[in-house]
Each structure stands twice: as C-alpha cells, then as structure tokens.
C-alpha cells in the first residue's frame, strides 16, 4: 500500500462503521468481512463524493453524454467497460492522493478484507484530515484571490509605467534631432566665441597702440594736429567701444543659450538616468513578486505538512497509552497468578506436612502417603513450571511491544525534529 512509506493507522471494523455511518453510508460487519465487487464500489465513489463532490450518477450522464457523441450504432457495448475504466480513474486518483500509490483494478473486481480495510483506513483518515483542513484551505483560496487581484492591480500599473517609459523614450527620440542641433548650433557658438573673444584680445592691443600714440602726439605740442588725432582717436575709440559692446552683448546672449542647451542636455540625461532606475526597479520588483510567491507556497506546504505530523503524533499517543494499558492489565494478571500460585504452593504445603504427621503415626499408610507426597510434588512442579512459562512468555510480549514503541516514538521525534530519550 506504501510507495513512499506512509503509515495509517489500520482500524478496526467497528471504527470504519462509526466512519461511514456518520457520512449517510450503511455497513455491516459482515459486509467488511467478506467484501464483493459492488460492495466496494459504492464504498470507494461514496469517499471520492464525499472529498470531491462528484456523484457516481454525475459520471453516469457525462459517459451517457459522451457515448451519444459517438457514431456507433450500438453504443451499449462500450457502456460497461467505459464506466468501469472511468470509475477506475477517479477512484485511482483519489487513491494516490490519499497516499494508497499501489491502488488497482483489483482492489475493486477482486477485492480482499484486509487489503479493503487497510485502504478504507487510507481513505477514512484523509477524508477527516481534509474536513480538519477545510477552514485552512478557504483562507488560502481567500489569500490566493487577494494575491491574484495584488498581481493583476500590479500588472496594470507594470503597463501604465512601461507605456509611460515608451512614451518618454519616444519624445526622447522625436527630440533627438533638435538636440543634435542645438549641439552643433551649441559648438557653432563656442567657436564663435572663441573668435569673438580673439578679436577683442587684438582690438584691446589696438586701443593701447592708439592711446600711446596718442600720449605721444599729446607731447609734440602741435594743436591742429593734436586735435585731428584726438577726434580721430575718440571716432575710432567709440567705434571700438560700440563694436565690443555688440560683441559682448552678443556673447552674454550666447552664453546664456550655452547655459541653457546645458541645462536641457543634463534634463535630458537625468531623465534617461531615472527611465534606467525605473526599469531595474520594476525588474526587481518582479523578482520580489515571484520569490514572495514562491515563499508562500512553502509556507503552505509547511503548515500542512505540520498539521499532519500533529495527527500523527495524537494517534501515536494514543496508541501508546494504550498499549500502557494492555501491559498494566497483563502485569495485573501476572501478578494475580503469581499470587494464586504462591497460596497453592502454601496449602500443598501444609497438605504435605499433614501427611508427614499422619505417616508418623500409621507406618502403615507410608508407602500411600509418600505417593500422594510425589503426586503433590508433581503437582507443584508441574504448576510452577506452567506459571514461569507464562511469566516468561509476558515478559517477552512485554519487552517487545516496548521496543517496538521506543522505535516507533524515536522515528516520529526525528521526523518531528525533536529529541526523545529512552525510558
């Protein structure tokens, strides 16, 4: 029955009665003893109903369905044998889930009583571990829902940031010309600039040669000359003044647009840098989805897996307590027996030295006495050899069945995880 080497508890028939009575399903004694065919086939789809809801009818109408879709003249023949290999199935998946992984055919064509009774007991203990999980079970398809609405919520605003991730990488594209440009216009400036600023170096040079052309025309004390140099000079001087005015304005002009291609070119990639941040975070927060998804599912498995250790331990303890039972009854009978025996060994005793009395006194019945003597001996003998075979035979019974349960209680502490010493 065990493909992995799990263990239930083998019930009694009794127990499987109180089981199936209280889910609407009538058995007998006799039923269990001697199992057939049909017995067990209302037994098995009544368990399968029972988890999964699916009525043994219901499979009847969808085969019915499905041999009307056949072009066959005479679908009858093939009614039996689908129903069959139909219940077959479920039953069998039923089965594997209930950790019977052996299940066959012939469980159910051929059935045998304590093959029947171990797999009711595989299929009884399931059916109350799932009605013990039912209130667990509707918290996580509760929990599985809001998890699926956070995803779906989660999804929309992934494609709300991805299409507004578009649509920044668009007007970047759709920008790049006028930013390529305003780059050449910007390096176009720079040099122009740069001309602007070498052509004031030369007209600076100039304005010194003139004033000291000027300080020494102003040394050579000629007037007219003095005075055509000076309105030549002060003509030139503002025409030079006028000139670099217009060259400076038109460099703060083009400083200030120098300013502002920076300022849009460092926009532009502060907002390519945060386009990159948005994308590794949401791939992390894909990442984060995925393993909280997947450390939930473990959890679960935990739980569950925990839950039914706890099932097991309980039965365990229960076994075990009454197996303390057992062997407090069998100790009791021990020593009942042992004291019956000892209180027969005592009135042999005093039988026998009654006789040894009466044989000092009638010679005559010595011979009887000493026969009656051995008889009695006998007797003793005989008793006590019976009693210490008993004994002996409980105390065998009585260490087994404690080695045995040391066994049983190590393996359960070592699946629990926890540690148990000998007693």
């Not at 940031?161 to 594209?173: G, S």
């Not at 600076?204 to 300080?215: C, F, M, Q």
């Not at 935990?302 to 062997?327: F, G």
Request: hydrophobic share 35%.
């Amino acid at each position: 029955m065990e493909n992995k080497k799990y263990w239930y508890p083998s019930m009694e028939f009794p127990e499987i009665i109180s089981s199936l009575k209280s889910w609407g399903l009538e058995v007998t004694s006799q039923q269990l003893a001697k199992p057939n065919p049909d017995f067990v086939m209302t037994v098995y789809t009544s368990c399968v109903q029972q988890v999964t809801g699916v009525a043994r009818e219901d499979l009847d109408e969808l085969l019915e369905a499905a041999i009307a879709s056949l072009d066959e003249t005479i679908p009858d023949i093939y009614s039996s044998s689908l129903s069959l290999n139909l219940i077959i199935y479920h039953i069998t998946r039923f089965a594997n889930v209930a950790k019977v992984h052996d299940f066959s055919a012939k469980d159910l064509c051929f059935p045998e009583r304590e093959r029947t009774r171990s797999i009711l007991s595989a299929f009884i203990n399931f059916i109350r571990f799932s009605e013990q999980c039912i209130p667990f079970v509707m918290s996580l398809r509760e929990k599985s829902a809001s998890l699926n609405d956070e995803r779906a919520q989660a999804e929309k605003d992934l494609a709300d940031i991805q299409r507004k991730v578009l649509e920044i990488k668009a007007r970047r594209a759709q920008d790049e010309p006028k930013s390529e440009e305003l780059r050449r216009e910007n390096a176009a400036i720079t040099a122009h600039l740069v001309a602007t600023k070498e052509n004031q170096v030369i007209l600076l040079k100039d304005i010194e040669s003139l004033k000291a052309e000027k300080s020494s025309l102003l040394q050579r004390k000629s007037p007219e000359r003095i005075k055509r140099t000076i309105t030549t000079m002060g003509a030139t001087a503002s025409e030079d003044k006028r000139a670099l005015a217009a060259q400076e304005t038109k460099m703060r002009d083009l400083q200030a647009k120098v300013s502002a291609l920076l300022n849009i070119e460092k926009d532009i990639r502060t907002c390519v840098e945060q386009l990159q941040i948005i994308e590794k975070e949401v791939r992390a927060l894909e990442t984060s989805r995925k393993e909280l998804g997947d450390t939930k599912d473990h959890l679960d498995e935990k739980k569950i897996e925990r839950t039914e250790l706890e099932m097991r331990r309980e039965r365990v303890c229960k076994q075990l307590s009454n197996a303390y039972e057992k062997l407090e009854r069998a100790q009791r009978h021990v020593e009942e027996k042992r004291l019956a025996s000892q209180q027969t060994i005592e009135h042999l005793q005093q039988e026998y030295e009654a006789m040894s009395l009466e044989r000092r006194d009638n010679d005559k019945q010595v011979e009887e006495l000493r026969r009656e003597a051995d008889e009695i001996d006998g007797k003793m003998t005989d008793h006590l050899r019976r009693s210490e075979a008993e004994i002996n035979e409980l105390l065998v019974e009585y260490w087994g069945l404690r080695h045995e349960t040391e066994v049983y209680m190590e393996t359960l502490a070592n699946k629990l995880g926890m540690h148990v010493s000998a007693v």
